[in-house]
């Protein structure tokens, strides 16, 4: 759904020489967040993020659901924010929180999460576990309010559509025996998924996945591109030095 990380989970993957991605997904009507199984309704999400610092993204999603198109719209939006905590290094894992801008009407999207990941190089190929915790809590924007901070209300997920997803406990693995590609498998507190990616020269990736050994599947494509404007001789020379 736009955020780094593997198929329905996010991760601590943070890029630093491309600032700026996009990305498309497609999730099947039978594991759609929003519940619509009368309506059978495939969701297409949309999403764009921004590195504005070393330690700090935006994401901006849209979720859009073409048969419900003449009613609502474009979508449902959310605007999430991530924090890079900890770096990586040889003994010590990754640390990323992840953020949503609260007071939605409908909070389906919006969720808050801690998630660290360590990387393991074997001689079979690179192996990177993933561990995190959604928050099972949400502030949602009740509607009738005039007074924008009276509107809120907090409440638990559970109650809310798809409320069991990244609510408590999600992890996965990838596996990566060849430079350009690899499998995942994880749980994301609602189903257990798994699949495979390509990449072409860390810029674009393509991702297949199946929930739950059924017959629904998922995609998403993603491109990431830098916003240094200099001279590809200069950007080459940084990356010597």
Do not use: C
Not at 122 to 128: I, S, V
């Amino acid at each position: 759904m736009g955020k780094p990380g593997l198929m329905m989970t996010p991760g601590t993957g943070w890029e630093e020489d491309y600032h700026l991605g996009a990305n498309f997904a497609v999730i099947p009507w039978e594991y759609s967040l929003f519940g619509d199984f009368s309506e059978q309704n495939t969701t297409q999400f949309y999403s764009v993020r921004a590195g504005f610092s070393s330690f700090m993204e935006v994401n901006l999603s849209i979720a859009h659901r073409p048969k419900m198109a003449d009613r609502i719209g474009v979508g449902d939006r959310q605007i999430d924010f991530r924090f890079r905590l900890l770096e990586e290094k040889k003994y010590q894992p990754a640390l990323v929180i992840g953020l949503s801008v609260p007071g939605s009407t409908s909070p389906v999207m919006h969720h808050d999460y801690l998630v660290l990941s360590k990387g393991f190089k074997t001689r079979y190929g690179f192996l990177k576990a993933n561990l995190g915790y959604g928050s099972p809590l949400v502030v949602r924007k009740l509607s009738g309010k005039d007074n924008f901070f009276n509107s809120l209300h907090l409440d638990r997920k559970e109650d809310i559509r798809s409320g069991n997803y990244l609510n408590g406990l999600f992890g996965g693995l990838s596996y990566m025996p060849v430079s350009f590609g690899g499998l995942m498998l994880e749980y994301d507190t609602r189903t257990w998924n798994m699949g495979g990616f390509l990449k072409i020269k860390n810029r674009f990736y393509a991702h297949i996945f199946n929930f739950e050994a059924s017959s629904s599947w998922g995609i998403s494509f993603s491109a990431q591109f830098p916003l240094d404007l200099k001279p590809k001789s200069l950007r080459d020379a940084k990356h010597n030095n």
